[in-house]
């Protein structure tokens, strides 16, 4: 299994980015997807939980700015993050089924 992250970036505060997570050897539509951050000094945070049937669950520090979306053909995850704040700044994580972990890609966001 390999978890492929990409799409961070500098951005200014306001502004947005999209996120991508592409999985092999993991079919995404049948398992457990998660988005997670580590900011410098903080521990590992999780921010969404993409069940394989149902909602995703949002953590109330990003509920209405980030939206993850599933593409089940391409077996890609996206996070779309809009309204970047200063405190969004951290390594971004995708995981899989609470087991496999993407590289993380780093998310910078400043003036």
């Known amino acids: 299994v390999q978890l492929v992250e990409s799409g961070g970036g500098l951005v200014q505060p306001g502004g947005s980015l999209r996120l991508s997570c592409t999985a092999s050897?993991?079919?995404?539509?049948?398992?457990?997807m998660a988005w997670y951050r580590q900011a410098p000094g903080r521990q590992r945070e999780l921010i969404a939980t993409?069940?394989?049937?149902?909602?995703?669950d949002y953590a109330d520090n990003v509920k209405g700015r980030f939206t993850v979306i599933k593409d089940d053909i391409k077996g890609t995850v996206y996070l779309q993050m809009n309204g970047l704040k200063p405190e969004d700044t951290a390594v971004y994580y995708c995981?899989?089924?609470?087991?496999?972990w993407g590289q993380g890609t780093q998310v910078t966001v400043s003036s």
């Open positions: 995981n899989a089924s609470d087991d496999y």
């Open positions: 050897g993991i079919n995404v539509a049948r398992g457990r």
């Open positions: 993409t069940p394989s049937v149902g909602r995703t």
